[in-house]
């Protein structure tokens, strides 16, 4: 079963605009990670926030975390047409070692 | 530094069929996970290996077994193939021990088409 929900489900904006993308999960999690996918093949990671953590930033991306609401989010800041892409969120439990729980996604339209 | 590698890229089986997906770590990582991915779905975890052992396994039924060889390298056998099996399968690469790393490194995926 998935652990996540991302919202929105998709998200079309233009280029130069800023994208915020939100992640919520349903049990305690030692970290939380946000994954890039293009056109159905693999994954990238893009960052890792801890537990203990509450914001971080990666270039153009910022992430927040705020483990009372089992929340997060992503925003992706002057998005370009290359960001266009599904991004999941996915949680890593201490119970479960590293195995990586996701989302069912966010995807992203950047027009030019 | 050679990524996560998988073979083959497409796969086409009948019903009832069995099938073997191949997964190549990282270089320098020694833990690999399978995950099946449905069209338009998220990821689902099916197991991890660590040790050439089974060391976390998903929701998924026992037609879904691995291997992992003392090269770190995996495979995934999927047995009496279903309809629904038809899906995206990635392996995952990362590290554990002292150095455990969280993150995981993807490789392109096998797409596995039942009819």
Known sequence: SQQGEEDPQALSIQEGENATMNCSYKTSINNLQWYRQNSGRGLVHLILIRSNEREKHSGRLRVTLDTSKKSSSLLITASRAADTASYFCATAHNQAGTALIFGKGTTLSVSS | ?115
Do not use: M
């Open chain 2, 1 to 115: 530094d050679a990524g996560v590698t998988q073979s083959p890229t497409h796969l086409i089986k009948t019903r009832g069929q069995q099938v073997t997906l191949r997964c190549s770590p990282k270089s320098g990582h020694d833990t690999v996970s399978w995950y099946q991915q449905a069209l338009g779905q998220g990821p689902q975890f099916i197991f991890q290996y660590y040790e050439e052992e089974e060391r976390q396994r998903g929701n998924f039924p026992d037609r879904f077994s691995g291997h992992q060889f003392p090269n770190y390298s995996s495979e995934l056998n999927v047995n009496a193939l279903l309809l629904g099996d038809s899906a995206l399968y990635l392996c995952a690469s990362s590290l554990e021990g002292v150095r455990r790393s969280y993150e995981q490194y993807f490789g392109p995926g096998t797409r596995l088409t039942v009819t």
